[in-house]
Nanobody, 122 residues
């Protein structure tokens, strides 16, 4: 499977962006998916998770109430709606397909998109 992340860009503090992760080569409808991010000079960190059917969702504490993960299996796409953006949200955002294990651990994911850059200016 190939994962293509898009939707990043430059936005002011308090603004919104919607990231998309389009899969090709295989349907992702049977797979849990997640978003991670990597800020400059920091390690990649978990952001949000969604189960294959959308019934189980999880977020890292810093984005709860501001970010919403969703999916459209008919379009083979996962989304991340980001509202009330802060400078600390600046990072390259990656989507990933879950293989096994803890959903907030990078080691649990086997396929990764190339990343899309989000820059929040103050």
């Amino acid at each position: 499977v190939q994962l293509q992340a898009s939707g990043g860009g430059l936005v002011q503090v308090g603004g919104s962006l919607r990231l998309s992760c389009a899969a090709s080569g295989r349907a992702i409808s049977n797979y849990n998916m997640a978003w991670f991010r990597q800020a400059p000079d920091k390690e990649r960190e978990f952001v949000a998770f969604i189960s294959w059917n959308g019934l189980s969702i999880g977020y890292t504490d810093s984005v709860k109430g501001r970010f919403t993960i969703s999916r459209d299996n008919a379009k083979n796409t996962v989304y991340l709606q980001m509202n009330s953006l802060k400078p600390e949200d600046t990072a390259v955002y990656y989507c990933a397909q879950h293989l096994r294990g803890s959903y907030d651990s990078q080691e649990a994911y086997d396929y990764w998109g190339q990343g899309t850059l989000v820059t929040v200016s103050s």
